[in-house]
């Protein structure tokens, strides 16, 4: 199996900063894109980086300037480096990772547990 463990979340004031870390672990023969996508409540998940193998990244506009994405190849860890954060960035941030687990079986997306980010003063 695969396992996305996630640290980082917690609480903090506007204008603050925050990394997020997620460590992909288990049967894993390749990692395609890594990123993290975000769930307020009441609201549906939405991505928020994504860092593909090849190197390019992909942010929400509302991020965009604000949170980088990055990734350890080695270390099957890509993180999220969330700066100037508003009140309106509070919410769960799940890591996701398209693995493939064999060389013969075709890439699956893996989801972290998530971590909540709360952005208050």
């Known amino acids: 199996q695969v396992q996305l463990v996630e640290s980082g979340g917690g609480l903090v004031q506007p204008g603050g900063s925050l990394r997020l870390s997620c460590a992909a672990s288990?049967?894993?023969?390749?990692?395609?894109?890594m990123g993290w996508y975000r769930q307020a409540p009441g609201k549906q998940r939405e991505l928020v980086a994504v860092?593909?193998?090849?190197?390019?990244?992909n942010y929400a506009d509302s991020v965009k300037g604000r949170f980088t994405v990055s990734r350890d190849n080695a270390k099957n860890t890509v993180y999220l480096q969330m700066n100037s954060l508003k009140p309106e960035d509070t919410a769960v941030y799940y890591c996701?990772?398209?693995?493939?687990?064999?060389?013969?079986?075709?890439?699956?997306?893996?989801w972290g547990q998530g971590t909540q980010v709360t952005v208050s003063s």
């Open positions: 996701s990772a398209v693995v493939r687990r064999y060389s013969s079986l075709p890439s699956r997306t893996y």
């Open positions: 288990g049967s894993i023969f390749s990692i395609d894109a």
């Open positions: 860092d593909s193998k090849s190197g390019s990244t």
